[in-house]
């Protein structure tokens, strides 16, 4: 017999399962009972089945319990943690809440101070201290709301009260303080200007709607040919100004005032020479005054049409716009104002030289410094250098004194620029007139009537070919020192050719041994060492290694004597 037994189940499926015991049909052979055909000992299928249902449904709910279960836990945890959550955003808009609830007291505390016949009224300093605080203590809420557009209605009446009896022209500097104050509060640097009043920053609204009105009546009152207090007041002011406020300023309130002034402007009758009223504006305005030139030209152009050489002031009306025209500009006014003047100048100059007149001479001259080169040397060659060469001619047919030949010559020369003399018609010419008087001199049967006479032009002629001689081989020697200083200073492009320029400077052969090489880099003999480069590293083999070493050691190493 077999009594109770411990069964270790594996799932739920074995409890189906028999037990582990000897078939009750051998049993029963054993015995030598009768057996019924078909069935077996205890065998009752409807109780299995049953059991078996049993244990399914407890299966299923037990499996059902255990997911309920994890999801009621995991459902737990998540409320929990959204517990968690919840809490710190209400604690943080409670934060919020307070922060905001502190805000519009200072806001309501700024209006009821701001408004007219406040008992305690609001001062700048005091509205400074606030909009600083809000930076400071408020500074998420103060960019998120915008908070700096409180300035439009609480601080410009202030500024604009401060401002009321200002005067630009006489103080210049008044408020300088107060704009650089709020421009370090209010100014966005994030925020540009797009020609859109909306998209400007509460700094740039500040000056736009309360500063420039005040300089805009003051513009407006402006004596144009007074223009050191408006440029002081900008000088004073740019730092404070955004550059698009003060393009606008100079294009739209002053060019206009400029132009209207320069349209009046009669060079003929105003005693106040042009430049010294416009000019100041250059370094302000610079090519924004272009358009007053033109306009500016043909009043001097027609000024010059019923002018003569002698009269100086035109010259000096002229000289100090030499650096403000374009050269090429400035050449062509003077090559259709001026020069056709200094022509009838020239060709009614008469050389004389027994009682000679410079006054023509020295108007035309006075213009060798505005006139470019080429232009001055044209007009002596077609209108000087033919009559002065006809009067030497006439001279020296006279039979005169070679002595006073020789001082007029030279003096003429004395009266050019060396600008003048350096070019190759005026060298000419005076050549000719050299060759002219050789010449005159050796002909036959004049040392007879003037003795000493030949041997002082020789000497004339000989100390002006050396002079000359002398002037051509500096030009020359100068332009070899230039151009061997300028081949002499070219930056070597590598590593390399630095080595071999410093070879080359302390007398050092380097050259490249063939067939050999190191880390894959051509080995060099260097005076009595081997080298090779590798980039900006000099290696040295020494000691029997390659060793990195400094441009200055390697070329000791090199100078050292064999042992």
Same mark, same amino acid.
Request: glycine residues 4%; charged residues 25%.
């Given at each position: ?113 701001? *408004? ?94 309360? /500063? ?154 006075? /213009? ?26 006439? /001279? ?15 003096? /003429? ?57 002398? *002037? ?74 390659? *060793? ?9 190493? *090199? ?5």
């Amino acid at each position: 017999m077999t009594g109770r037994e411990q069964r270790v189940l594996q799932g739920y499926d074995s409890i189906a399962q028999k037990h582990d015991r000897p078939d009750s049909d051998e049993e029963l052979q054993n015995s030598g009972a009768p057996q019924q055909f078909g069935t077996k000992a205890f065998d009752m299928p409807e109780l299995l089945h049953n059991l078996n249902m049993l244990v399914d449904m407890s299966e299923q709910d037990i499996i059902q319990n255990d997911r309920e279960y994890r999801y009621e836990s995991d459902l737990v945890v998540t409320l929990r943690h959204e517990e968690v959550k919840l809490s710190a955003l209400v604690e943080q808009e409670e934060g919020q809440v307070t922060k905001l609830t502190e805000i519009v007291g200072f806001i309501e505390n700024l209006e009821s101070r701001a *408004a007219d016949g406040a008992a305690d009224p609001l001062s700048l300093s005091e509205c400074a201290n606030v909009f600083r605080r809000f930076q400071e203590d408020f500074y998420e809420e103060y960019k998120v709301y915008d908070l700096s557009t409180l300035a439009v209605a609480v601080v410009f009446p202030l500024v604009r009260q401060h401002l009321a009896d200002w005067e630009p022209l006489k103080d210049s500097r008044r408020s300088l303080d107060v704009f650089k104050q709020w421009k370090d509060i209010l100014e966005d640097s994030n925020r540009t200007f797009s020609q859109d009043v909306d998209n400007m920053d509460s700094y740039q609204r500040l000056v736009w709607e309360v /500063w420039l009105p005040c300089v805009r009546g003051a513009i407006l009152a402006w004596t144009v040919r007074e223009p050191e207090p408006l440029i002081d007041l900008l000088e004073f002011w740019l730092p404070l100004l955004p550059p698009w406020m003060l393009s606008n300023l100079l294009e739209q309130l002053i060019f206009p005032r400029l132009q209207a002034e320069v349209d009046t402007w009669n060079p003929l009758t105003d005693t106040m020479p042009i430049h010294a009223w416009l000019h100041p504006w250059l370094p302000l305005m610079g090519q924004r005054l272009e358009p007053l030139y033109a306009p500016l030209r043909n009043k001097l152009s027609n000024c010059l049409a019923n002018w003569h050489p002698s009269d100086p002031s035109a010259r000096l009306m002229i000289q100090p716009w030499v650096k403000v025209f374009t050269q090429g500009t400035m050449n062509a006014f003077l090559t259709r104002c001026v020069i056709p003047k200094l022509q009838l100048v020239l060709q009614e100059f008469i050389i004389n030289p027994h009682q000679q007149h410079l006054d023509g001479w020295n108007w035309v001259m006075s /213009w060798q410094d505005l006139l470019p080169v080429s232009a001055l040397v044209m007009l002596l060659q077609k209108f000087f250098f033919p009559k002065w060469l006809q009067v030497l001619c006439s /001279w020296l047919n006279s039979n005169p004194n070679y002595e006073e030949v020789s001082k007029w010559y030279m003096g /003429w020369k004395r009266m050019f620029s060396d600008r003048l003399l350096a070019d190759t018609v005026i060298k000419e010419n005076f050549n000719q007139a050299l060759e002219i008087m050789n010449r005159s001199v050796t002909s036959p049967g004049l040392a007879a009537y003037q003795p000493g006479a030949r041997e002082n032009i020789a000497y004339l002629y000989q100390t002006e070919k050396q002079r000359e001689m002398e *002037a051509t081989k500096k030009a020359t020697d100068y332009k070899a020192i230039m151009s061997s200083g300028s081949s002499s200073t070219v930056v070597p492009s590598s590593f390399r050719e630095m080595v071999m320029k410093r070879a080359e400077e302390t007398g050092i052969i380097m050259l490249p041994i063939p067939n050999k090489s190191q880390e894959g880099k051509p080995v060099y003999k260097f005076g009595n060492v081997q080298i090779y480069i590798d980039k900006t590293v000099l290696f040295v083999f020494e000691d029997g290694r390659w *060793a990195p070493k400094s441009l200055n050691r390697l070329i000791e190493l *090199a100078t050292l004597p064999v042992t």
